[in-house]
């Protein structure tokens, strides 16, 4: 929680009520370490969200029951501590991702699901590193049939949805902010 109140927060905070501005939102927040119940209604009251598991994830952690506790909602913040891997790995590392299949798993569940997912992984820098990395997640879950789009910046996000019509909902929302469409990777609606 040190660095909680931070510009990615802020930013956190921005895309929550700006790609679903009337929905509730619920969020994974994957801790990797204790979080007093302080902190996290400190969470829940900045970015407007319920924090639904307290849990602190570990390399031991049973990761679908950790998502399980998603099921019955629809508008999922996720916030690993370095991001989102398309490979599933396994060792010390791997409690600070979101795996690819995970992510697709979660979509299939609802079929109006929309997923916001934070990604620090795509490492700031030479462009066109960053937009090959950005395109490269979004390619597999564009295969994987899951509608999607990336927010890119100093803070990278992926919004993700089984739906066509809830991810363009939400991409026309950004747009209507005034965001610079240049900090937006293209809508895939087929």
Wanted: proline share 4%; charged share 25%.
């Amino acid at each position: 929680m040190k660095f909680f109140g931070d510009s990615y927060d802020v930013v956190k905070r921005f895309l929550i009520k700006s790609i679903a501005p009337n929905a509730e939102w619920i969020t994974l927040p994957m801790f990797t370490e204790e979080v007093s119940c302080k902190d996290i209604k400190s969470i829940e009251q900045f970015l407007h969200v319920r924090v639904i598991s307290k849990v602190k994830v570990t390399t031991p952690t049973n990761r679908d029951k950790y998502f399980a506790n998603s099921a019955d909602h629809q508008h999922i913040f996720i916030d690993p501590d370095i991001g989102i891997s398309i490979k599933k790995h396994y060792g010390a590392k791997s409690k600070y991702y979101i795996f690819g299949p995970e992510l697709v798993s979660l979509c299939e569940q609802n079929p109006e699901r929309l997923l916001l997912v934070f990604d620090q992984s795509i490492q700031r820098g030479n462009v066109d590193q960053v937009d090959q990395s950005v395109e490269r997640k979004l390619t597999y879950f564009r295969e994987q049939n899951i509608f999607c789009f990336a927010y890119k910046s100093h803070a990278c996000f992926m919004v993700l949805s089984p739906s066509s019509c809830v991810c363009k909902k939400a991409y026309g929302n950004l747009i209507n902010t005034n965001l610079p469409g240049s900090r937006l990777t293209k809508f895939n609606s087929e």
